[in-house]
């Protein structure tokens, strides 16, 4: 039996990907989410179990843990699929409490999640499988993106050494491309000063050149979720 924690789940394509999960029954799903009325409004009239997991602003995920039944599931699933691309601010105008905030919801809960689940699945005896929503941004660096891009490179750095510490589990940072989901929104909506290339993504809107969630979250179920056909640690959506 497979419990799959999935973070992100009322964003595009943490939608998406909760309503593979959920159609397919690979497993029992884990909603972690930080809006209640967001996640309500997406999952209210779901027929289907969800256990839900309302992320707290100060969050060690001891709790979360509680929820995985040692003696009833031998693998675990963690899909890192909760980052912001906010603000959008070139270095030098963000301010303490900007800089903060996104470093602690980008890279101190994700990495304070993966160190919770680890733990718990070393000490159970139970596979780990890390599936951790990549971007191109984490190689490419991009005017008033240092936040994303830096976030972006940090995760993919520690799993990387997640994965030389424990061979046997199962890791890969999936970059699905540019998708027409909030996040592309609000980029074509950032000034040219901040993102000198904000033309090169509306282009990526009006000639229809984005990936829909819809599409990405079935090639991650069938690539990562049903199966393992992973070959590398990097991997890229293919349309």
């Known amino acids: 039996m497979k419990k799959i924690l999935l973070t992100g789940a009322t964003g595009g394509l943490g939608r998406c990907i909760a309503s593979e999960i959920i159609e397919s029954e690979i497993g029992d799903l884990v909603c972690i989410y930080r809006n209640q009325e967001k996640f309500d409004k997406i999952f209210e009239k779901s027929?289907?179990?969800?256990?839900?997991?309302?992320?707290?602003?100060?969050?060690?995920f001891s709790n979360l843990v509680k929820l995985i039944d040692a003696n009833k599931y031998d693998r675990i699933i963690l899909i890192l699929n909760a980052f912001s691309i906010l603000p959008i601010k070139r270095i030098g105008s963000l301010s303490t409490d900007e800089i903060l905030q996104a470093i602690s919801g980008n890279v101190i809960q994700n990495f304070l999640l993966l160190n919770r689940v680890t733990e718990y699945c070393q000490k159970n005896s139970i596979g780990l499988r890390i599936i951790n929503i990549d971007s191109?941004?984490?190689?490419f660096p991009l005017t008033g993106w240092g936040n994303y891009c830096a976030s972006k490179a940090f995760i993919n750095s520690m799993l990387?050494?997640?994965a030389l510490e424990n061979p046997d589990y199962q890791i890969v940072s999936f970059d699905p491309g540019v998708m027409d989901t909030d996040m592309q929104t609000a980029i074509r909506a950032v000034d040219r000063d901040i993102f000198d290339q904000v033309e090169t993504f509306v282009g990526y809107k009006t000639e229809g050149r984005l990936?829909?969630?819809?599409?990405?979250?079935?090639q991650i179920k069938e690539r990562y979720l049903s199966d393992w056909l992973a070959k590398n640690m990097r991997e890229k959506y293919e349309p």
């Open 211 to 218: 990936n829909t969630p819809d599409d990405v979250a079935k």
């Open 136 to 139: 191109g941004a984490a190689d």
């Open 160 to 162: 990387s050494v997640a």
């Open 47 to 60: 027929s289907h179990k969800i256990e839900k997991y309302h992320l707290a602003q100060k969050d060690d």
